[in-house]
């Protein structure tokens, strides 16, 4: 008798361990559809331009978990990724058709509040991450053409966070890294990014900075130079009852190297003989929206991006694109949004010499299905 009291006891301690564990477990998912057409001229004199469907599951569509517990938050979210992931260029293969139902890890990372302040640890997104254009087609608004974003957009970090203000410690971007001889590439400390966060009844604002450094070695001559790179950006929102308009604008060093998400081909270092040659970059994003009623909201947005490198001829890379968009809400969680965009791509310099790049014309519709 006393086993089965003990064994009663047991089951309902476990139980309601588990009842409390999962109360505190918010199950959720997106699952999301491309369907576009894109009308792409990529310059080449006599070449027709060349017209391309575009009918997948978007690699947006994700699957995950929030947890909030007494003092420690977390997060765990996956998305469908095909086998490729980008290794051959090729759309249907690399791009999220997920025909090998491949999931790839997007955020996984726990929080502590000690009090004074937030522990955070894992990967998650980083601070320099501030969409404004409402534009799916690019999986981030405008944020390559002149936005505030990454060209992988989740990354390793440890994070403080002390009100509105948070300091994080990332992986480093090596990924460009090596310039001509100069292969070998040596990391000494992390990424470090700043952010300020501030809301003002209908306004908010947004300050962001960030800094990497690391040393490239010529095996040959076992000489080393520092490439460094670095990021500044502010984006600010406003609300006015059904009309929204948004504004962010970014300044950076060797964007490339540092891993801002570009549509430029002249935002990374270069050597012009034995000396590093910085590039720099200006971009910004404007959007204005308006809210119809429950059902319909419309927005108009645009992006526009101006690279230089720091050489002794000139090497620039320009692009600016235009997009419309209006959200239909069916019922909550599930919106149609028809898009349609212009891209311009503008001429490329390299070496003082012009080519033209083409453009783009983009339209369709992207389905979204949310639930928990």
């Known amino acids: 008798m006393k086993k089965l009291i003990v064994l009663l006891a047991v089951i309902a301690m476990v139980g309601a361990f588990t009842a409390t564990a999962m109360a505190d477990v918010d199950l959720y998912g997106s ?4 369907t576009y057409y894109a009308d792409v001229d990529d310059g080449t004199p006599g070449v027709d331009s060349d017209t391309d469907m575009e009918w997948r599951m978007g690699h947006l569509t994700r699957f995950g978990a929030n947890f909030k517990g007494d003092k420690i938050t977390g997060k765990f979210e996956m998305d469908a990724r095909a086998g490729g992931a980008g290794a051959t260029g090729n759309i249907e293969s690399d791009s999220g058709a997920s025909r090998l139902g491949n999931m790839r890890l997007r955020q996984l990372w726990g929080q502590y509040d000690f009090g004074a302040g937030k522990l955070m640890i894992g990967q998650n997104y980083p601070l320099f991450d501030a969409p404004v254009s409402g534009i ?6 405008f944020q390559k053409i002149g936005g505030i974003g990454y060209d992988v957009a989740r990354t390793s970090q440890l994070r403080l966070t002390f009100g509105d203000f948070r300091l994080a410690f990332l992986t480093p971007d090596t990924s460009k890294g090596g310039l001509g001889a100069y292969g070998e590439v040596n990391t000494m400390f992390p990424k ?3 952010r300020y966060d501030m809301k003002l009844d209908a306004f ?3 300050f962001i ?4 450094s690391y040393e490239i070695e010529n095996l040959a001559t076992k000489q080393t130079e520092d490439l460094t790179s670095w990021v500044l950006g502010a984006r600010g929102k406003a ?4 009309v929204y308009a948004a504004l962010s604008l970014n300044y950076r060093q060797n964007g490339s190297e540092y891993g801002a998400w570009t549509v430029s081909g002249k935002e990374g270092a270069v050597l012009e003989g034995t000396s590093i040659k910085d590039a720099t970059a200006f971009g910004y994003v404007a959007a204005v929206g308006f809210k119809i ?3 319909f909201t419309v927005e108009a947005s645009y992006g526009s991006l101006s690279t230089e490198q720091d050489t002794a001829l000139d090497n620039e890379d320009d692009a600016n694109a235009f997009g419309l968009m209006a959200k239909i809400t069916l019922a909550p969680g599930v919106y149609i949004i028809p898009e349609f965009i212009m891209q311009d791509n503008k001429d490329q310099v390299n070496d003082s010499v012009s080519t033209d790049q083409g453009d783009a014309t983009i339209f369709g519709v992207f389905w979204r299905i949310d639930f928990k």
């Open 31 to 34: 699952a999301r559809f491309r």
């Open 136 to 141: 799916n087609y690019y999986s981030g608004g």
């Open 192 to 194: 470090v990014e700043v």
């Open 204 to 206: 908010a604002l947004n």
């Open 209 to 212: 900075g960030g800094y990497q």
């Open 239 to 242: 609300n006015f009852g059904p």
């Open 293 to 295: 009623n429950d059902m």
